[in-house]
């Protein structure tokens, strides 16, 4: 018991003492629920090495297609590899291919999203691994459906997002309101000011 104990607060040693306890269990349920245990803990140290091998070779090129080779040769999925990659471009502050991931031409010449990741995870991804407001600002533009668009761009703090469907709605009063809750003088405050004072918006209020 003590092995087992010990083995579940050492990840990295745990393989060898739960094998070591399959041979001391005396009972045939317990040998069962101990290689259980192995096969879980073997698979999941097989995933996190195919990702930290992509994640290696990709800081070492920065190549988007030889990453996507390496993953197909040992199985990992489209989303598993596309997050992988998104986290490491981004810990390389390599904005670029971040876009060059996210972001295909349509027929028009206009861009739209081209990863399977939902797009909510996407930019959560993106912000937890610091990608600026800026980058979050361009894809979250995309979004077609203008609710969820909204509902990301408040999450995320995109000010020029929600400036934007204030000024759709032809909402005076409410980006007035909102803008006194943007910091004096900043990108967003100024840009806020250049809306409400524009001739060409028709205000409701």
């Not at 192995?38 to 999941?44: A, E, F, Q, R, T």
């Not at 979004?143 to 999450?155: F, G, Q």
Request: aromatic share 8%.
């Amino acid at each position: 018991m003590m092995l087992f104990k010990f083995g579940c607060r050492n990840p990295q040693n745990c393989l060898q003492r739960f094998n070591v306890c399959v041979n001391l269990a005396d009972e045939q349920y317990d040998k069962q629920i101990i290689l259980q245990l192995i096969h879980l803990v073997g698979k999941s140290a097989q995933f996190m090495s195919v990702v930290s091998l992509v994640s290696d070779k990709c800081k070492e090129q920065q190549n988007i297609q030889s990453c996507r080779l390496l993953a197909n040769e040992f199985n990992l999925s489209t989303k598993q590899l596309e997050a992988t990659l998104l986290i490491t471009f981004c810990q390389l502050q390599n904005w670029i291919l971040v876009d060059d991931m996210l972001l295909n031409k349509n027929w028009l010449g206009k861009d739209k999203l081209a990863l399977s990741l939902p797009i909510g995870e996407t930019v959560k991804l993106l912000h937890n691994n610091g990608a600026p407001s800026s980058s979050l600002t361009r894809y979250i533009k995309i979004i077609k459906d203008s609710d969820e668009r909204l509902e990301l761009a408040k999450k995320f703090n995109c000010h020029h997002i929600i400036i934007d469907d204030f000024a759709s709605k032809k909402d005076r009063r409410g980006l007035l309101v909102y803008k006194t809750t943007l910091q004096k003088q900043s990108e967003s405050y100024c840009y806020a000011d250049v809306i409400l004072k524009s001739p060409n918006t028709k205000w409701k209020n």
